[in-house]
């Protein structure tokens, strides 16, 4: 191995959630990509790559079902990488069943895992069959309600840093009748707060908009409760960088996710990154009403 192992993502997760969206965002980003590597040649690939005149420093693989013999071969292979002082780092992508057969469908193409059966019988084996893996991820994205663009962004925030050190976050505002969202790392309910959407002047406006901003800061209980969620986080963050987490998704939610806890997501990561965490903030709901 080299005197200093290479940085080392491993991307995985559900068929038709994004993996080659992230692939190729991580390429541009200068990591060297490999696709559909069979998790049995991961410690030999990685100490190629980190070996000879050309050494390269960052490697992302990307790793899925369609590998065969998949759990038993990628923990071989992780244990033989941390033998070499190389801790990957798990990026797993996902998206609802409904979303996912909606994707192949436009595309008109079958899933891998599907054989004889329907596009659905595919998707609910791989989920099975990865069941494991989601719940040992270092970072995982739903990319159901996520644009190209967005997903970018995510993986961007996540890998584009060079500072290994730094914790980074994602925060994005909801509407709790759309769902929570399934990536979320903590939820904040900001229904204890007056909704704008009952004065006339606001309905119409967003969080975004100064107006509602004010509204919704100016609340006896608004401030007080950011102050304490924003001690809480930087508490946190230590924590999760002694431990090896450095991605953390906080889900701040309204009744539609149109004004609460739109403003209420732009302050809270307007007072993170004064932290040094890096944070993207991002509005899942805004526009559906």
């Not at 596009?119 to 739903?142: T, W």
């Not at 663009?149 to 995510?154: F, G, R």
């Not at 701040?252 to 932290?275: I, N, P, Q, Y």
Request: charged share 25%; aromatic share 6%.
């Amino acid at each position: 191995m080299a005197r200093r192992p290479p940085e080392l993502v491993l991307v995985s997760g559900m068929s038709g959630a994004g993996r080659s969206t992230a692939a190729d965002v991580l390429e541009d980003l200068g990591w060297f990509v490999v696709d559909n590597l069979p998790p049995e040649l991961l410690p030999t690939v990685v100490k190629l790559l980190a070996e000879g005149q050309r050494a390269v420093a960052k490697v992302a693989v990307v790793i899925d079902v369609r590998s065969g013999s998949f759990f038993a071969a990628l923990q071989g292979s992780l244990r033989a990488l941390r033998a070499r002082g190389v801790r990957p780092t798990l990026l797993f992508l996902e998206a609802s069943d409904e979303v996912l057969v909606r994707r192949y469908e436009s595309v008109r193409r079958p899933h891998p895992l599907q054989g004889d059966g329907r596009v659905l019988d595919g998707i609910v084996a791989e989920r099975e069959a990865l069941r494991e893996l989601r719940a040992v991820a270092d970072l995982v994205i739903d990319t159901s309600n996520l644009n190209v663009h967005q997903l970018t962004a995510k993986i961007v925030n996540a890998f584009g840093d060079p500072d290994d050190q730094a914790l980074h976050a994602t925060v994005v505002s909801f509407g709790y009748k759309y769902g929570i969202p399934v990536d979320a790392d903590h939820v904040v309910d900001c229904r204890f707060l007056p909704n704008p959407y009952w004065q006339p002047e606001l309905r119409g406006q967003t969080g975004l908009d100064p107006d509602v901003r004010e509204y919704v800061l100016k609340q006896d209980d608004a401030l007080p409760f950011l102050d304490r969620y924003e001690a809480l986080v930087t508490s946190l963050a230590r924590g999760y960088l002694r431990e090896g987490k450095r991605f953390v998704t906080i889900a701040v939610g309204c009744t539609g996710g149109k004004h609460r806890s739109v403003a209420m997501a732009e302050e809270l990561g307007t007072r993170l990154r004064a932290h040094g965490i890096g944070t993207l903030v991002l509005h899942r709901d805004l526009g559906r009403e």
